[in-house]
């Protein structure tokens, strides 16, 4: 099984989004799921890449040709794909992905998130999606989902599907299908 992990290529406020990015590597490598994510070697998405790659885990990373000087490509991972655009490289990594889990990040992270939720309502594919909710992060984007739900733009069932913990082994346990969703 392989997870893509969308977070940041930021390092965020405070420590708690770098050690979570690390444990969220240890924890998959531990149950000996690959992780798919997007390439760099900066920010959280730096310390998914070096805490899964120090635990011995697989690491396949996507990087768009014009990010991979930006956000600094790794170079230390099992697999490395630069490719031509952010439409490759979400396609790619949707490919070699049999789950996707969502940490704290920006635009990117969040443009990443809500196309694997489209995709998957529009039955493209039928991969679970869940947000790990560091610290609350995702309490207002969650309010949205819910109060677009209510207003009736998102269905009941395809809110469902959004799923969400507060906790790695929660959230794993979810993608791995040990546990119903909670949002």
């Not at 790695?168 to 299908?177: C, P, Y």
Request: net charge negative.
């Amino acid at each position: 099984m392989r997870v893509c992990v969308f977070c940041g290529a930021s390092a965020g406020r405070g420590a708690i989004f770098r050690e979570t990015a690390g444990e969220v590597a240890r924890a998959l490598v531990r149950r000996g799921a690959g992780i798919v994510y997007g390439g760099g070697s900066v920010g959280c998405m730096g310390a998914l890449a070096d805490a899964a790659l120090a635990a011995g885990g697989e690491v396949i990373g996507v990087i768009p040709e014009a990010l991979a000087a930006r956000e600094v490509a790794h170079r230390g991972l099992t697999e490395l794909h630069v490719v031509g655009s952010m439409h490759e490289r979400k396609a790619l990594m949707a490919a070699h992905s049999d789950a996707f889990l969502a940490l704290p990040g920006g635009f990117g992270t969040m443009e990443e998130l809500f196309e694997v939720v489209t995709w998957q309502q529009l039955g493209y594919h039928s991969k679970p999606i869940a947000l790990l909710n560091v610290a609350g992060y995702f309490d207002a984007l969650l309010g949205f989902c819910d109060a677009a739900t209510a207003a009736d733009f998102i269905r009941p069932s395809d809110r469902a599907n959004l799923l969400c913990a507060a906790d790695v082994e929660t959230a794993l346990d979810i993608l791995f299908g040990e546990l119903p969703g909670q949002s």
